[in-house]
């Protein structure tokens, strides 16, 4: 359809007609050139009083938010940044500086996966049943139990009996000896009879392990996995967070119940050591003995 | 000129880029603003009916019965030089905490600015802020600039207008500079009569103690329970202005969340094939928008498309065409020989340009109308960039060697004298 007549723009008052471009001089088509080329710009720190809100407001690079936050409080729940439009071509000539959530929320809010476990039936079944829906650390290895056990008891009943010998090296690492006592802790399925024994009273020392011991000593078939060797001191809840990290393993680990940990005696045993000479093939999936002489 | 190059180049810059909506005030060199202040400001009459300018972003928002909010700038273009000088006092010293005695100010200006209103910014720059040097670009031309490019078709889509501007070789083409007011406010225009269509009823963020909330359902079949909202009294005495003003903000966080254009011309059928996305109002309250929020979205493709029930008379301006052929009329007005280098490298700048959808939707239209040409809309990568392209190219320009000779230093300006309107016409181009 044919475009209705265009709006005049506003008349300046020139002092002359509009002013012809300049002749492009040498300076100047310099000054084009090194536009054109581009030029690094260094970042800064931005008080944006003008984004939007949620996720973007706010001093860039700065934890702390200025009191004018607070007479802003948000309406929307999806943050507003939409990322740009796609249909030519991207050209930021400088990298980025700004937390970019673009358009990183704007299905809103990502919904969180519960830690510890994905059926969200199983709900810890701790004596203490917590109010708190599940978002902090101290979750269940306890409600990933109940999976365990049906394939658990299929295997140990070899390596049941070596279970005994195993332990103690484990218990050695732990340098706390109140929660080791004398006999295994881990109440193995075809040992049930060896979990009561183990001591009640040791200080649970995390909230991940009362559980355990209290299920124990309750005598439950309910039967866990072997626990991980059991922390050395008290509980300090939050659990710090690196207790998650590989280096502290040995000492406080707890991992949730995503590993399910078996003991080393699940391990299929070694070749026994014969001696002599070693023989090796020719070549590889050759039966033929190599011989070098 | 030449003369002055040795000591201004070791002064470092600063950018000030005066909006309609917001000033933005940082170093250059630097790639992004580090100041963004709301150019509105309150006023607010003394008992002895003496007027008092509140230049602070955060007091505007306080509910204060017969404070107006009022903005220095009208149409792009800076009117009261009072408030104006106070907000960049605001902005220079309190906030970016420097001394404009040692730095070199960048001003930006759209490309319509009269030559008055450059004289005066030469002037408050020099004997208000006392700046060594000044020099004045156009913000069009800072825009091209920021995406490195000399020449560049610049679709400003403001608050105020949606303005076009062809730049060429780094000179803004007068001739092809064409504007309507369908802009930001229109789109707010149109928002409001959706409400009211809805029948929402929309309270500001000051009224609001405590949202509504929504309690889950304890099990299924409980329903959910839901606390309702706590409001405070209504304040007496609040201004028209301010209550615009803060409803203003609920407008903005509906544009940023909610809001999408069709990349087609609009169609019932296409647009109920969108999700739908919700908006939570101070309050509390939920509402889910589908096939409406791409109506609005609409009319800056279709100006007529508007909500027009609802809306006041004489909101939609006489001669208002859409965007797609204000940008093809702007191209015309140019020789031939630069307009497929136009087409080839638009570029949307302005907070209204963010919205989803649009660029691929002005390349669609802008395809039709010119099938011979190669048309390519372009998009800074980061809505940030997008906001505050013009400050961005005035950062680069200022801080580029070759430019250094160009300052206009306070000893020419001393020198000019009385023809001070033409001297900033042929210094600052």
């Not at chain 1, 720190?45 to 702390?64: C, E, F």
Request: with cysteine; glycine share 8%.
């Amino acid at each position: 359809m044919p475009p209705a007549p265009p709006p005049p723009p506003p008349a300046p008052a020139p002092a002359a007609a509009a002013p012809a471009p300049p002749p492009v001089t040498k300076d100047r088509s310099a000054l084009l050139n090194s536009i054109q080329k581009g030029t690094k710009l260094k970042k800064a720190q931005t008080n944006d009083r003008s984004a939007p809100i949620v996720g973007g407001g706010g001093v860039v690079g700065d934890a702390s938010k200025a009191g004018g936050r607070s007479t802003k409080p948000s309406g929307a729940p999806p943050v507003p940044m939409p990322t740009s439009g796609s249909a030519g071509t991207n050209e930021p000539p400088i990298p980025a500086s700004a937390p970019k959530l673009g358009g990183l929320f704007s299905q809103g809010m990502p919904k969180l996966r519960k830690v510890g476990n994905a059926s969200s039936a199983a709900s810890p079944p701790q004596p203490s049943k917590s109010s708190t829906p599940v978002s902090s650390p101290p979750p269940p290895p306890v409600s990933s139990a109940p999976p365990i056990p049906p394939s658990a008891p299929s295997i140990p009943s070899a390596p049941a009996p070596r279970v005994p010998t195993s332990l103690p090296q484990k218990i050695s690492r732990s340098p706390s000896p109140t929660k080791v006592p004398s006999s295994p802790p881990p109440p193995i399925p075809s040992a049930p009879s060896k979990a009561p024994p183990l001591p009640p009273q040791s200080a649970p020392p995390l909230g991940s392990h009362i559980p355990m011991s209290s299920r124990v000593s309750s005598g439950n078939s309910q039967t866990l996995p072997p626990p991980p060797p059991p922390p050395s001191h008290p509980p300090s809840s939050p659990i710090p967070a690196s207790s998650y990290t590989l280096q502290h393993r040995s000492d406080k680990v707890d991992d949730h119940g995503r590993f399910q940990f078996k003991d080393d005696s699940y391990l299929p045993q070694p070749r026994r050591f014969r001696g002599g000479p070693k023989i090796y093939r020719g070549s590889t999936g050759s039966t033929v003995p190599l011989r070098l002489d | 000129m030449s003369r002055n190059s040795a000591n201004i180049v070791e002064i470092p810059a600063l950018v000030i880029d005066p909006g309609t909506c917001w000033t933005r005030f940082g170093f250059a060199g630097e790639e992004s603003p580090e100041v963004i202040l709301p150019s509105n400001y309150g006023v607010l009459q003394g008992e002895n009916g003496e007027r008092k300018s509140i230049v602070d972003e955060l007091q505007i928002h306080a509910p204060i019965p017969g404070m107006e909010i009022t903005n220095g700038i009208n149409d792009g273009i800076i009117q009261d030089w009072e408030s104006t000088l106070q907000l960049w006092n605001r902005g220079l010293k309190d906030k970016l905490k420097v001394d404009p005695t040692e730095y070199a100010m960048m001003i930006t200006e759209p490309s319509w600015n009269t030559q008055s209103v450059r004289q005066q910014t030469m002037e408050t720059v020099f004997e208000q802020l006392h700046a060594p040097a000044f020099y004045l670009t156009k913000q069009a031309v800072c825009a091209a600039f920021a995406s490195n490019k000399a020449t560049a078709l610049i679709v400003d889509l403001g608050t105020d207008n949606t303005t076009v501007t062809p730049v060429v070789d780094g000179i803004a083409m007068r001739k092809g500079i064409v504007k309507q007011k369908i802009a930001g406010n229109f789109l707010n225009e149109n928002i409001k009569s959706l409400f009211s269509k809805m029948s929402i009823n929309v309270l500001p963020h000051y009224r609001v103690a405590r949202k509504s909330i929504v309690i889950e359902s304890s099990g299924p079949g409980n329903p959910e329970e839901v606390k309702p909202a706590v409001f405070y009294d209504s304040i007496d005495g609040l201004t028209d202005s301010y209550n615009d003003f803060q409803n203003k903000r609920i407008l903005e966080e509906w544009k940023e969340s909610v809001l999408e254009t069709l990349e087609f011309p609009f169609d019932e059928l296409k647009a109920s094939t969108k999700n739908p996305k919700h908006f939570e109002f101070p309050d509390g309250s939920n509402y889910q928008f589908g096939i409406d929020r791409f109506r609005v979205g609409e009319v800056l493709f279709n100006p007529s498309f508007a909500f027009r029930d609802n809306l006041p008379e004489n909101t939609v301006p006489e001669n208002a065409i859409e965007l797609h052929n204000l940008v093809y009329q702007s191209i015309l007005a140019c020789e031939s020989e630069i307009r497929s280098q136009l087409f080839s490298n638009i570029i949307l700048t302005g907070g209204t340009s963010l919205i989803p959808g649009l660029t691929e939707r002005l390349q669609f239209e802008l395809q039709r109308l010119a099938p011979g040409n190669r048309v390519n809309v372009h998009t800074s990568g980061d809505s940030i960039y997008r906001s505050n392209a013009s400050w961005l190219g005035g950062s680069i320009l200022a801080s580029l060697d070759n430019f250094q000779h160009l300052w206009v230093s306070k000893q020419e300006y001393d020198e000019v004298g009385v023809d001070r309107g033409l001297f900033v016409e042929k210094r600052c181009k």
